[in-house]
């Protein structure tokens, strides 16, 4: 059974007449009557009686006429439930980002995709960045932000790197033995300098203890275990300085003292899984991704020490 069968039997149906419908339906009447007996033949029933002037429906195709409608209702309703999708009308995304990108680059991000795509539902997972990448091999997300791992290293993935960042040393404003307004830090600044420290597994502890150890020394905490808020809180607080990446220092209030070149740094990349492709509603997000960060290089929007990443 055809679901063009279907129609021109609703169309006889509705018309009461094989050379009507066949005009309603844009079809040679022949075709059309063609297509009408092959459907009898398959269900075992006559379905029209025939006549000159009109045509009726026997038993068999009034049984059948409510049953072929829903059939044709319900297929028009998938037909637009897939349009929609693919029109970005509706659908899901599944986003993955780091704490740090949470409170900087992914708010104005989402706000930009929300206001083109209002039908798509957002769904966000906060995380390091090994855990965002074994949940993108694992299909439990579609797209993620995270500090790339190094090549070779963990399962297969598409891979775009967007920005460089600079990381910095913040503090609370006023905190004795920082340094002054105007001046450069150095890792060695850190020496004896009690920090406070992300948890185990953050990719800015491993940055920071990695370059304190180059430097020649192991760095201290006066507090750690805390997620990306709890560090802002602590700073604020006093308990220390820590280093965070430009982009959340310059929206947290406290005092930014870039580190001498070449400080310590980061890459934030756009990834998704190898051997997944992406649904229309994730590569739009990409995209917004892609096209939110030029609009801001060509503003002069992005925040001092982050710069794009060579195409």
Do not use: K, N, W
């Amino acid at each position: 059974m055809q679901l063009q069968q279907l129609r021109y039997f609703v169309a006889v149906a509705e018309t009461g007449h094989f050379t009507r419908a066949a005009e309603r339906m844009l079809v040679a009447q022949p075709s059309l009557s063609q297509q009408i007996r092959s459907l009898e033949r398959e269900l075992g029933a006559e379905l029209v009686h025939r006549s000159r002037g009109a045509s009726t429906l026997t038993d068999a195709g009034q049984a059948l006429l409510p049953l072929a409608r829903r059939i044709l209702a319900d297929t028009e309703s998938a037909r637009r439930a897939v349009q929609e999708v693919v029109r970005l009308r509706r659908g899901r995304v599944r986003l993955g980002a780091t704490p740090s990108l949470c409170v900087s680059l992914v708010p104005d991000v989402l706000r930009a995709y929300r206001s083109r795509h209002p039908g798509v539902e957002l769904q966000v997972r906060e995380g390091g960045s090994r855990d965002l990448v074994a949940l993108l091999a694992q299909g439990a997300l579609d797209l993620a932000l995270i500090i790339p791992p190094p090549a070779g290293q963990g399962p297969p993935l598409t891979v775009t790197e967007l920005l460089h960042e600079d990381l910095v040393l913040v503090a609370a404003p006023g905190l004795p033995g920082m340094p002054g307004p105007g001046r450069a830090a150095r890792i060695e600044d850190l020496r004896g300098r009690p920090l406070v420290m992300f948890r185990e597994g953050y990719d800015l502890r491993e940055t920071t203890v990695s370059a304190c150890r180059a430097a020649g020394f192991e760095p201290e905490f006066a507090v750690e275990g805390g997620e990306m808020d709890a560090v802002l809180g602590f700073v604020a607080a006093g308990l220390g300085p820590a280093v965070l990446p430009g982009m959340v220092a310059a929206r947290s209030g406290l005092a930014v003292t870039p580190f001498a070149g070449p400080g310590p740094g980061r890459t934030i990349a756009v990834a998704h899984g190898a051997e997944l492709p992406l649904t229309h509603a994730a590569a739009a997000l990409r995209e917004t991704v892609l096209r939110h960060l030029a609009d801001a290089d060509r503003a002069g929007a992005l925040p001092p020490g982050t710069r794009l990443a060579a195409p």
